[in-house]
Structures are given as C-alpha cells and as structure tokens.
C-alpha cells in the first residue's frame, strides 16, 4: 500500500488544539517549547488565547507545529512513511518543511514569517474570503473576470471540490457578489470570517519578502510533494522556491491534487494536524482518508493500519 501525508491549512485551528498531544507525549511537549522559542511566546498560552490564535501570524504556526506533532507521534508508533506528501494552501508548506524541506524551526519561523506578510500585504484594504456552493469552476473563473473588468477585485482562490469553490477579493465588491451568484445558480454563498485574500494577486507584496526567506531556510525534501498550484511534484529546493511563493497568488486547486495522488498510486492518505478539514473533503473524492489529531484518533488510525 501506498500512503500520502496530508497538512490542513489556515481555518482548520481551534481553541486548545494541540494540548492533548502535548500532555501525553514527550515529542510534542519538546515541539512545544521549541516553538516557544521561535515565536518568542508560550507557544501552550498561545493555543488558550482565540484571540492571538486567529491573528494569521499566529495561526498558521501554531497550525504548522500541531502538524509536526501529530506526525512526530504517529512516525515514533508506526514504520509506515509516505510516497508523497501535500495539503491545503499553508498544507503545502507543512508537508515540504516537515518531510526533509527543512528544520523543525525553520518552519515555525517560515510560517510565523507567511502570515505576517500576508496580513502586511491586506492591512489597507478591507479583504474577505467567500465560500461559493453548486456552481462549476469554468463558469466561476469567468463571472470572477468579467467582474474584475468592471473595477471589482474577485478572484477564485480554492477549488476544494467541484461545486464548491472559495473566493477572495475586496470584501466589499465580495459582498455585492454575492447576489449575482445566487441569480447564476449558487446555492449557497457564505462569507468568511477572514481579513486575508488568499491566492490572488491582492498577495503580491508578499511574494518577494517570503521568497527571500525561503532562500535562506530550505533545502531539498525527502520525499515528492504536490503543488497547490501547478500540480507539479518537487523535491529541489529551486522548485520549492518557485512552488511555494507563485502559491500565495494562485489558486488550490485541492480536488486536482487528490486526483493526482491516486494516479501515483496512493491508496491511503492520513491527515496529521487539528481537525478533519481534508478527511471531509477527501471522502467525496473517494479518498480512503485516517486523521490524526489528538490521542484517540492516534490510536483509532494505528488500529486501522
């Protein structure tokens, strides 16, 4: 069998996530402090504290290190290692990063250092995120355009599953939308509790600052990863430079990326990190997907495998 780690993004975190593997485990409680360290914070008040937890210089470390510790567990239980690796947006990262692209604190740092800039890149504009139900990508991609020709700035951002698409833009030119997708035969359209416009050219001040720093913290991975927005798979540092910067203003295309997978082979997926955001997903693509985050679900996937 044939096994794919899975890394949720941004929106999968959650008030407390992570302490149940840091009471139990020693590997999670050392993870812990090393995080501390880098974020110059405690990391364990960080994940009691909602507020600072969904301040996105926040979440997505905190998101990347809860990852590292449930595959630091499941590797220390289990000999079972992956062909390949990928994941949702800040996923891509975590599944590069934590699979030999780089140092357990390069990490932290690279995607403390990500979410400040992306918030440094929204911080005068007022953007938002909307989520766009029963409506096909090819007929999105071209309302997106023609509304982008008329000023308005929205742009389609995640292709999680046909018929459910996330978009990202002005949250005001979002907002007024909102109706016209409904006339053209959305059926549900729901705004997200977000600052950030993610994967759209509202993003592109943060390429170059994030580019640099990659330079100076990755090295090749151990193992093959999918690009969110190509579809490619790398494991050179060079790709990973181009991969992981072009991310932040190209669309997830998350669905294709499955569909990948499976066309390399791979037969399970296990999601490592809080909550079950792509086992969701995964099982209306027919993805057989174990999720781990927290002690029971740890056990419950050792006791499948």
Same mark, same amino acid.
């Given at each position: 069998?044939?096994?794919?780690?899975?890394?949720?993004?941004? #929106? &999968? @975190?959650?008030?407390?996530?992570?302490?149940?593997?840091?009471?139990?485990?020693?590997?999670?409680?050392?993870?812990?402090?090393?995080?501390?360290?880098?974020? /110059?914070?405690?990391?364990?008040?960080?994940?009691?504290?909602?507020?600072?937890?969904?301040?996105?210089?926040?979440? @997505?470390?905190?998101?990347?290190?809860?990852?590292?510790?449930?595959?630091?567990?499941?590797?220390?239980?289990?000999?079972?290692?992956?062909?390949?690796?990928?994941?949702?947006?800040?996923?891509?990262?975590?599944?590069?990063?934590?699979?030999?692209?780089?140092?357990?604190?390069?990490?932290?740092?690279?995607?403390?250092?990500?979410?400040?800039? *992306?918030?440094?890149?929204?911080?005068?504009?007022?953007?938002?995120?909307?989520?766009?139900?029963?409506?096909?990508?090819?007929?999105?991609?071209?309302?997106?355009?023609?509304?982008?020709?008329? %000023?308005?700035?929205?742009?389609?951002?995640?292709?999680?599953?046909? #018929?459910?698409?996330?978009?990202? %833009?002005?949250?005001?030119?979002?907002?007024?939308? *909102?109706?016209?997708?409904?006339?053209?035969?959305?059926?549900?359209?729901?705004?997200?509790?977000?600052?950030?416009?993610?994967?759209?050219?509202?993003?592109?001040?943060?390429?170059?600052?994030?580019?640099?720093?990659?330079? &100076?913290?990755? @090295?090749?991975?151990?193992?093959?990863? !999918? &690009?969110?927005?190509?579809?490619?798979?790398?494991?050179?540092?060079?790709?990973?430079?181009?991969?992981?910067?072009? @991310?932040? !203003? *190209?669309?997830?295309?998350?669905?294709?990326?499955?569909?990948?997978? /499976?066309?390399?082979?791979?037969?399970?997926? !296990?999601?490592?990190?809080?909550?079950?955001?792509?086992? %969701?997903?995964?099982?209306?693509? #027919?993805?057989?997907?174990?999720?781990?985050?927290?002690?029971? &679900?740890?056990?419950?996937?050792? #006791? /499948?495998?």
């Amino acid at each position: 069998m044939k096994y794919a780690f899975l890394y949720p993004g941004q #929106g &999968s @975190q959650s008030l407390n996530m992570g302490l149940d593997f840091i009471a139990n485990f020693k590997v999670a409680k050392e993870l812990s402090q090393r995080a501390s360290e880098v974020l /110059k914070c405690d990391f364990e008040d960080l994940l009691k504290d909602e507020s600072r937890l969904n301040l996105t210089q926040f979440t @997505q470390p905190a998101i990347f290190t809860v990852s590292a510790m449930a595959q630091a567990i499941f590797e220390s239980e289990s000999e079972i290692r992956p062909t390949l690796a990928f994941g949702h947006s800040l996923g891509e990262v975590s599944s590069y990063c934590l699979n030999g692209g780089a140092s357990f604190e390069d990490g932290v740092n690279l995607t403390h250092k990500r979410g400040e800039f *992306m918030a440094k890149a929204c911080e005068d504009k007022e953007c938002g995120m909307l989520v766009v139900l029963g409506l096909k990508e090819s007929l999105l991609k071209t309302m997106c355009e023609e509304e982008r020709k008329k %000023g308005a700035k929205v742009y389609a951002a995640n292709f999680n599953l046909e #018929g459910q698409t996330v978009l990202a %833009g002005i949250k005001k030119d979002l907002e007024s939308f *909102m109706p016209v997708l409904k006339e053209a035969g959305a059926k549900r359209t729901l705004l997200l509790n977000m600052s950030v416009a993610s994967h759209c050219d509202l993003l592109q001040s943060a390429c170059a600052p994030f580019e640099t720093l990659l330079e &100076s913290k990755l @090295q090749d991975s151990k193992i093959e990863v !999918i &690009s969110n927005a190509t579809l490619e798979l790398y494991k050179s540092k060079d790709k990973a430079l181009v991969n992981l910067t072009s @991310q932040l !203003i *190209m669309p997830v295309r998350y669905h294709e990326c499955v569909e990948v997978a /499976k066309l390399k082979g791979i037969t399970c997926f !296990i999601e490592f990190g809080n909550g079950t955001v792509l086992a %969701g997903l995964n099982a209306k693509l #027919g993805a057989q997907t174990l999720s781990i985050n927290n002690t029971e &679900s740890l056990k419950g996937t050792l #006791g /499948k495998l």
